[in-house]
């Protein structure tokens, strides 16, 4: 932020430091061993009296001085010139803080130099005793070099104590000092071993290249045990987040812990075949062959130690993208454009919008992104998301996903970013978006005021039910309507008719046939253990029937019936019509009919941040794209393979492993519920963001094909915050109860949340889905008006029979029989059709109003009633007109 940045593009990512640094490295710790190896051998040679070992020591010093002096040396200068122009902010922080420590490093290289140089050259020209002390002190400086090295790499993972005291003994002693040392001096006698080969099986005298090709074996063989001990203690000291992120918490790290456990035996087994007598044809491309698994290894533990090490380059103290975390906050408060030295834009515009993007994204991403090269390229990363997916891909960057840094700036900022990814790098644009207007039919069934004895109350308890079509992937929810009637007897004291009466329903036309385009049916077996016929439900109700009356209720249920928002046609409406009728048990005579809308919808929002289109019609269903990258998103946070049972036919149902109190699916009870971990772990990605939150997945969205909050709330201008409220603050009543219960994940999915409703986080209250929701009595204390548009946080129902979809009034009535659906309270407006959801009080009472609203007591009492036997206030007239 403080430096130019030194654009890369196809080469950034940390390719080219990482091309550079591993090869040096690899070579550096060959350097420490093969000193020891050399001044050994040379013993060796001496001990054997052998001239032949004695030659192949000064060949093989050659090699060594050429390899590790020239090369090495190269290497070396070839990070310092990276890691200034790639991070130059923590290059800073190492040098001021280790200057002493580089410049003694710099005098035992220079040693090493004069030393190797007299080594190699005047071998065989001086007496053994004082070539061979030459060997000891170019081996001994080779181990001080990597001991000062060392100190100064592991500060970078486990600074320890230098984050309060910035000490350099604190800094160089590092939690992770000495394990990672005794480590690497070990590695180093090993890769002595690997190199020897190189040169050993190109010995010509056959008795001496064995015995040289067995003792180079011994190098690689011996040292094993002790690096596998010195392996464990440095994972041990490791503190527990970065150990946490080497053992499996970044998806990345993983195939190189993998690569770094195999690669043992495989090297062991290598030098065990080297050791026994095969042909010299053999044995030449298998030493090169263990040279480059060594490097293979070599890479995968500096990949696993630099990665340990996210999101920072010094672990809590600089990030990855070189901004350092004390000025996190003021970069959030003030923007990082503000901020940052080098940049041409201080302020965004419409017109520099994409510009200051870009400047944003050489800050924040070039540091670890390569844009089209072979290491973390951000193209294939970033495909799949819309402007709104990136944005809030950026929102909960670093949360959960804890290898990345967070964001930092300002939401204008964050929005820039994400524009400049989506339209600058891709080049997508976006089309505004078009919602088909429509109007269909909608027959108001006859109701005769004087000669009708009955009226018949019907409704939808789900309002707002919307389902996944995503079957032959996963399953969230499946197709499933609950239908509610209540058969009232007209007269000066109405009465609930229950016996010797049969209430049936029926779907509208063009909705009687299982649609093609959804599979529930083909998978409800592997879902459910049931083999359902095609229009059958869960319950075992279709598409028409009988309701059954649930005595407690007086009402007529029909649960879980399978109604789905395709016509016959292909069409979508989400809003499909069933006629319900009273029909005389005795004589087979209807003597009551309405209709009412089962609102059922598959817009599910999970295409803004998973990438694909819509599957029907372009207006709702989750196409395979979508699916497939969910699951791939959930195994590599949550290490499953449900993307890979997906293929082979096994399709996961989430309630099988996640509870649920609305299914009364019980999973595995050790894992969140299933409410508390979709809105626990998408909260992180949707702050701030008022209802967009709830609309960006739900079928809510004012501008969506299904626009399901269509009641009087909506027209007053309420949105879902208003009863549910805020995400944060609506996941974080979830999460709460899940951490009462002892689930440990709801702790990593509440660290970045702040409640918004309520000043800490002790205030909120704990809730359980679908049992504790918020209670109209909030607002509308004693059926008043309420006193204020904002409404009672944190007042939750006590359990279902407080639930305004299970509640009656004094009389048995239930409160949806005469107010309306949830979501769809009297009077509403339908996008499919203004008095689609208005039926029933146009019918009764030829006002769209509650059932009896505006003193219209004679839909069911024949009279003029002056006693509110319902509830209080019921007499008053209707206050919200339109």
């Given at each position: 932020m403080n430096y130019p940045v030194w654009e890369l593009y196809f080469a950034g990512g940390g390719l080219l430091i990482a091309t550079i640094a591993v090869v040096h490295v690899y070579v550096a710790h060959f350097a420490v061993g093969g000193g020891l190896f050399l001044v050994l051998t040379e013993l060796k040679g001496y001990r054997e009296d052998s001239q032949n070992i004695l030659d192949y020591t000064k060949k093989h010093s050659k090699f060594f001085l050429l390899l590790t002096i020239v090369f090495g040396g190269i290497t070396g200068v070839g990070i310092w010139l990276t890691i200034s122009l790639l991070s130059p902010g923590a290059t800073s922080t190492l040098i001021h803080t280790f200057v002493f420590g580089f410049a003694t490093e710099w005098v035992c290289f220079m040693v090493e130099i004069v030393a190797l140089f007299i080594y190699f050259y005047r071998f065989g020209k001086m007496d053994k005793k004082t070539h061979l002390t030459i060997g000891w002190l170019y081996f001994i400086f080779a181990w001080l070099s990597l001991f000062f090295i060392n100190g100064i790499i592991d500060f970078m993972l486990t600074p320890g104590n230098w984050l309060k005291t910035n000490s350099f003994w604190d800094?160089?002693?590092?939690?992770?000092?000495?394990?990672?040392?005794?480590?690497?001096?070990?590695?180093?006698?090993?890769?002595?071993?690997?190199?020897?080969?190189?040169?050993?099986?190109?010995?010509?005298?056959?008795?001496?290249?064995?015995?040289?090709?067995?003792?180079?074996?011994?190098?690689?063989?011996?040292?094993?045990?002790?690096?596998?001990?010195?392996?464990?203690?440095?994972?041990?000291?490791?503190?527990?987040?970065?150990?946490?992120?080497?053992?499996?918490?970044?998806?990345?790290?993983?195939?190189?812990?993998?690569?770094?456990?195999?690669?043992?035996?495989?090297?062991?087994?290598?030098?065990?075949?080297?050791?026994?007598?095969?042909?010299?044809?053999?044995?030449?491309?298998?030493?090169?062959?263990?040279?480059?698994?060594?490097?293979?290894?070599?890479?995968?533990?500096?990949?696993?130690?630099?990665?340990?090490?996210?999101?920072?380059?010094?672990?809590?103290?600089?990030?990855?993208?070189?901004?350092?975390?004390?000025?996190?906050?003021?970069?959030?408060?003030?923007?990082?454009?503000?901020?940052?030295?080098?940049?041409?834009?201080?302020?965004?515009?419409?017109?520099?919008?994409?510009?200051?993007?870009?400047?944003?994204?050489?800050?924040?991403?070039?540091?670890?992104?390569?844009?089209?090269?072979?290491?973390?390229?951000?193209?294939?990363?970033?495909?799949?998301?819309?402007?709104?997916?990136?944005?809030?891909?950026?929102?909960?960057?670093?949360?959960?996903?804890?290898?990345?840094?967070?964001?930092?700036?300002?939401?204008?900022?964050?929005?820039?970013?994400?524009?400049?990814?989506?339209?600058?790098?891709?080049?997508?644009?976006?089309?505004?978006?078009?919602?088909?207007?429509?109007?269909?039919?909608?027959?108001?069934?006859?109701?005769?005021?004087?000669?009708?004895?009955?009226?018949?109350?019907?409704?939808?308890?789900?309002?707002?039910?919307?389902?996944?079509?995503?079957?032959?992937?996963?399953?969230?929810?499946?197709?499933?309507?609950?239908?509610?009637?209540?058969?009232?007897?007209?007269?000066?004291?109405p009465e609930i008719v229950t016996e010797d009466v049969v209430i049936s329903y029926a779907v509208e036309k063009g909705f009687e046939k299982p649609s093609k385009h959804v599979k529930f049916w083909e998978y409800a077996e592997h879902f459910f253990g049931k083999r359902l016929p095609p229009g059958i439900g869960l319950s075992g109700n279709g598409l028409k029937g009988e309701m059954k009356l649930n005595e407690k209720q007086m009402a007529f249920t029909a649960d879980m019936v399978p109604v789905v928002p395709y016509s016959d046609d292909g069409s979508f409406n989400p809003y499909p019509l069933f006629t319900i009728e009273a029909i005389d048990k005795n004589n087979g005579k209807i003597f009551a009919r309405t209709s009412v809308v089962a609102p059922t919808s598959t817009e599910m929002g999970c295409r803004n941040c998973h990438g694909g289109k819509w599957r029907v019609n372009g207006q709702a269903g989750l196409s395979r794209e979508t699916s497939r990258d969910i699951l791939a998103v959930h195994d590599r946070i949550s290490k499953t393979n449900l993307l890979e049972l997906a293929e082979k036919g096994q399709p996961v149902l989430c309630q099988s492993c996640h509870p649920d109190p609305a299914f009364g699916a019980k999973g595995k009870p050790e894992l969140l519920n299933l409410s508390a971990a979709i809105h626990g772990f998408h909260a992180n990605y949707l702050t701030n963001r008022e209802d967009d939150a709830c609309n960006t997945c739900h079928p809510s969205s004012p501008t969506g094909n299904t626009q399901f909050l269509r009641g009087i709330h909506m027209e007053l201008g309420l949105d879902c915050t208003s009863c549910h409220w805020k995400m944060e603050d609506h996941a974080l009543s979830l999460l709460k109860a899940e951490k009462k219960a002892g689930k440990k994940e709801a702790d990593r999915l509440m660290k970045h949340l702040s409640p918004k409703s309520a000043s800490t986080m002790n205030q909120i209250n704990p809730r359980t889905p679908w049992f504790n929701e918020p209670d109209c009595m909030n607002c509308h204390v004693d059926f008043q008006e309420p006193e204020t548009d904002e409404s009672e946080f944190n007042l939750w129902t006590k359990g279902v029979e407080q639930l305004y979809r299970m509640r009656t009034d004094d009389v048995g009535i239930m409160c949806e029989a005469c107010h309306g659906s949830t979501h769809a309270i009297y009077p509403t407006k339908n996008p499919y059709g203004k008095d689609r959801d208005n039926i029933i009080p146009l019918q009764y009472q030829s006002n769209p109003y509650p059932v009896g609203a505006n003193k219209n007591c004679k839909v069911c009492h024949t009279i003029d009633m002056e006693e509110e036997v319902h509830h209080p206030n019921s007499l008053a007239m209707f206050r919200n007109t339109f």
């Open positions: 800094g160089f002693f590092n939690p992770t000092m000495w394990p990672a040392l005794f480590f690497r001096t070990s590695l180093s006698l090993v890769l002595a071993g690997v190199f020897g080969f190189i040169t050993a099986v190109f010995i010509k005298e056959t008795m001496c290249r064995e015995n040289m090709v067995r003792y180079c074996a011994k190098w690689l063989l011996f040292p094993f045990i002790f690096m596998i001990l010195f392996a464990y203690w440095y994972v041990m000291a490791v503190p527990e987040a970065p150990r946490a992120m080497i053992l499996g918490r970044s998806p990345e790290i993983v195939p190189f812990v993998k690569i770094f456990a195999w690669i043992l035996p495989v090297m062991s087994i290598g030098a065990l075949l080297m050791a026994i007598r095969i042909p010299g044809s053999v044995k030449k491309p298998m030493a090169f062959a263990l040279l480059i698994i060594g490097l293979i290894y070599m890479f995968s533990f500096e990949y696993i130690r630099e990665a340990g090490r996210r999101p920072f380059l010094i672990y809590g103290h600089t990030y990855s993208n070189s901004i350092l975390v004390k000025n996190e906050e003021k970069i959030n408060e003030k923007g990082l454009l503000k901020i940052a030295k080098w940049v041409e834009y201080r302020d965004i515009t419409d017109e520099n919008i994409l510009d200051a993007g870009k400047e944003i994204f050489k800050i924040e991403c070039m540091s670890c992104h390569s844009t089209g090269g072979p290491l973390n390229d951000i193209f294939p990363l970033t495909k799949k998301y819309s402007v709104f997916g990136m944005d809030a891909q950026l929102n909960g960057m670093g949360k959960i996903i804890e290898y990345m840094p967070k964001f930092m700036g300002t939401r204008k900022e964050r929005l820039a970013l994400a524009r400049y990814i989506v339209e600058g790098l891709h080049g997508k644009k976006e089309s505004p978006v078009r919602i088909e207007e429509k109007d269909l039919y909608t027959e108001i069934p006859a109701f005769n005021e004087e000669k009708d004895e009955y009226v018949l109350l019907a409704w939808s308890s789900m309002g707002m039910h919307s389902f996944t079509d995503s079957d032959p992937y996963w399953s969230l929810m499946p197709p499933g309507n609950n239908l509610y009637a209540q058969l009232i007897r007209r007269g000066e004291t």
